[in-house]
């Protein structure tokens, strides 16, 4: 059996490459699978914590939710930079700058 | 059985009340008793919630069938009462404000409830899942309030900030809960308490994960330096949406801040001065009140300066946060207080500023209010008069909600920070007053568009209604502080 | 089994910073970036490219994936529920109905809405 140090492990380099990706990517499709990337190291973080402690299903049960909220939060995602690219023709942050001060 | 029902019955309402007006939208042409339909099925919301408190949850044992989910306790209720009537005032705003400026679509109603719903669900989780079902959809209810006016580029941009930044603390939050489940093995808040305060677990990851629920609630109250969405949200969004981020989304996103703070970190460790959370808490509360102060009277546009008022008042709140440490109860009883005048205060504000301005002559800058207060008299009263609560002018809410946050600062101790905030408090006269200025001491400048005010019932019974609160809230607070106290007594 | 021990995981933390940022940086200073016409040119199997770089896909399709999205991840729930469906019983039946109630009300939003017409 694959110890859980292993998967912690794996799931923390997966939400640091999504972190940094937000962080550093300025595409906002891109933007948006750096977040579904971090929240997979979640998932996989949960799933691998509870496999370590089969007594009860928290972990499980949590990271399904997770997924269910993550398809409409990026729902919601895809629809806001839709509108944001059909106004502005443009899928760069650092173009939407109308309100900066 | 009955009892537990009455516990759900707030939440069921909403939920099934919200699911009536989709299907009325769409099955009917029902366009105009949208608004009010949403105000009746918010404020059924709150009239349980009130029977919920008078019942009293000591006595609604059946309720601990939703244990660990969803703990129903006067915590609870209060929020309940607050959230649900926040978004009736809210919607009723909307009612008017959506009809004036063409954007009359709908699905604002049932997104407003739902959000409302899932801000219950924050106040009421006992549990990480319940925390980030109820999260999730207060938060994905507000992106798209943020962006409902699909033609301005402001409130698509507004709206992709709120949303990008918004998911981003969402995604940091769960990665420091996944690490405490790792750690505890435990998901329920009690149980993580439990964890945390008996074993000694001295494992790093204990404190990235308090660092990673920390920043991810931050975001959430929009505490300085995680406040770089707010003025852009609250400006773009259609005001309605903005009142509703203002007072239901930050009261949620408090209600879970205090919750996980004094349960789960609420162990001698994790809350203690030299080793836990409260210093970093009242550096944000410092930096919170600080930076957005300065910023606030530096702003042109009257919807900025309000959202960093907003972010200014998260960080008085901060302070009460801070307090509860020493003074558990009462200071968990004044950020309460607070909360509840600052909701009303901020809504009848927005409220207000949607009443001075028509469809394309907005209130937008300083400049469009000149001289409003000599050529409508009746329409800047209001928004004079729910700023000075803001400001925190005796006799309104807003005094008395600083005074008891201030009081409980004091007596827990922290005079430094105590000062620091009353020194702010001094500093946002500036800004507040400064409207005052515009309000009645100018004039337009000749051929600068003017302002006029619209007319409409909904937005005019929901100033009434936020007037009297605000009004009761200053003189005759002892209702609502007895009940505040009751919380922190029973917690 | 040690859960507690984690201090592999910061190093990995640290390290996996580093080597990102590392990459990163070496992409970009060390590099060489020497594009010509022929260089850029979308490569295809070896034969031409022609039509527009960015094909406009009609906003349909968005809005057809959104929705399936939304509605396919729901099955997440419902396939546990299968699995145990007999030990849970007749509260489980009841909760799932209600579940399914919500998603029918989103699906006759969604209809009368007019977002499942392709022909508009």
Excluded at chain 1, 74 to 95: F, M, P, Q, S
Excluded at chain 2, 225 to 247: L, V
Excluded at chain 2, 303 to 314: D, F
Aim: glycine residues 8%; neutral net charge; hydrophobic residues 60%.
């Amino acid at each position: 059996m694959i110890p859980v140090e292993h998967y912690i492990a794996l799931s923390s380099i997966l939400f640091t490459i999504g972190g940094i990706g937000f962080l550093a990517r300025r595409n906002m499709i891109l933007l948006l699978v750096s977040i579904e990337v971090m929240l997979n190291a979640v998932n996989l973080a949960l799933v691998a914590f509870n496999r370590a402690r089969p007594e009860t299903h928290a972990g499980q049960m949590l990271s399904f939710f997770l997924i269910a909220a993550e398809a409409a939060e990026l729902a919601i995602g895809l629809a806001i930079v839709l509108a944001v690219y059909r106004l502005k023709k443009t899928v760069r942050v650092d173009d939407a700058n109308l309100l900066r001060h | 059985m009955m009892p537990s029902i009455l516990a759900l019955m707030p939440m069921l309402v909403i939920g099934f009340g919200a699911l009536a007006l989709m299907l009325a939208e769409v099955l009917t042409d029902a366009k105009t008793g949208l608004a009010v339909g949403t105000a009746v099925v918010l404020f059924t919301a709150a009239a349980f919630a009130c029977a919920g408190w008078m019942v009293g949850p000591e006595n609604l044992g059946d309720a601990a069938v939703f244990a660990p989910w969803l703990v129903f306790d006067r915590f609870t209720l209060f929020f309940e009462v607050l959230l649900a009537l926040s978004g009736a005032l809210a919607a009723l705003v909307a009612g008017g404000y959506l009809r004036e400026h063409g954007i009359d679509r709908g699905e604002f109603y049932a997104i407003l409830s739902f959000s409302t719903l899932g801000a219950m669900m924050l106040a009421a989780a006992g549990d990480v899942l319940m925390l980030f079902v109820g999260l999730e959809t207060m938060s994905i209810g507000a992106y798209a309030l943020a962006g409902f006016r699909r033609g301005s580029p402001k409130s698509a941009e507004g709206a992709l900030k709120y949303f990008l930044l918004g998911s981003f603390a969402a995604a940091l939050m769960m990665f420091g809960f996944a690490l405490l489940y790792g750690a505890t093995g435990h998901t329920d808040l009690a149980g993580l308490h439990n964890a945390l305060a008996s074993e000694s677990l001295r494992s790093p990851s204990i404190v990235i994960a308090l660092a990673l629920v920390l920043a991810g609630l931050a975001f959430k109250v929009s505490a300085v330096p995680f406040h770089m969405w707010t003025p852009d949200a609250y400006e773009g969004a259609p005001t309605p949406a903005t009142a509703f981020m203002a007072a239901s989304v930050k009261a949620g996103g408090f209600a879970v801040l205090l919750r996980v703070l004094l349960t789960v970190f609420g162990d001698e460790r994790s809350a203690s001065w030299a080793t836990g959370w409260p210093p970093v808490v009242a550096l944000l509360a410092v930096l919170t009140m600080t930076v957005a102060n300065l910023v606030a009277g530096r702003q042109e546009s009257i919807k900025r300066m309000l959202a960093y008022s907003s972010i200014a008042h998260a960080g008085y709140l901060l302070v009460g946060v801070v307090a509860a440490i020493r003074a558990p109860a009462q200071a968990q009883s004044a950020v309460l207080f607070y909360l509840a005048t600052y909701s009303v205060s901020t809504i009848g504000a927005f409220a207000a500023l949607v009443l001075c301005g028509s469809r394309g002559a907005e209130v937008v800058s300083y400049e469009d209010l000149a001289g409003l207060g000599r050529r409508h008299p009746a329409v800047a009263l209001p928004f004079a008069f729910f700023i000075l609560s803001l400001a925190g002018m005796p006799p309104m809410a807003g005094f008395f909600g600083k005074w008891f946050v201030f009081k409980a600062a004091m007596d827990a101790g922290l005079h430094g920070l105590t000062v620091i905030a009353f020194i702010n408090s001094v500093i946002a006269a500036y800004y507040y007053l400064k409207v005052f200025v515009f309000l009645y001491m100018r004039e337009p400048a000749a051929g600068a568009p003017i302002a006029k005010p619209m007319w409409s019932g909904e937005v005019v019974t929901a100033i009434a209604l936020c007037a009297f609160f605000v009004l009761l809230l200053g003189l005759a607070p002892g209702a609502v502080l007895d009940a505040a106290l009751a919380v922190g007594g029973a917690g | 089994m040690h859960v507690q021990t984690y201090a592999p995981m910061f190093m990995l933390f640290v390290a996996a910073t580093a080597i990102a940022t590392l990459f990163f940086t070496l992409a970009t200073v060390l590099g060489p970036s020497k594009p010509s016409a022929e260089k850029s040119l979308p490569f295809e199997c070896g034969s031409d490219s022609d039509g527009a770089q960015h094909v406009r896909l009609s906003v349909k399709f968005y809005l057809t994936a959104i929705l399936f999205v939304v509605f396919d991840i729901e099955s997440v729930f419902v396939y546990p529920w299968a699995i145990q469906f007999r030990s849970l019983g007749w509260m489980g039946l009841a909760s799932m109905m209600g579940f399914l109630l919500v998603i029918l009300v989103g699906l006759v939003y969604a209809w009368k809405k007019g977002a499942l017409e392709w022909e508009t």
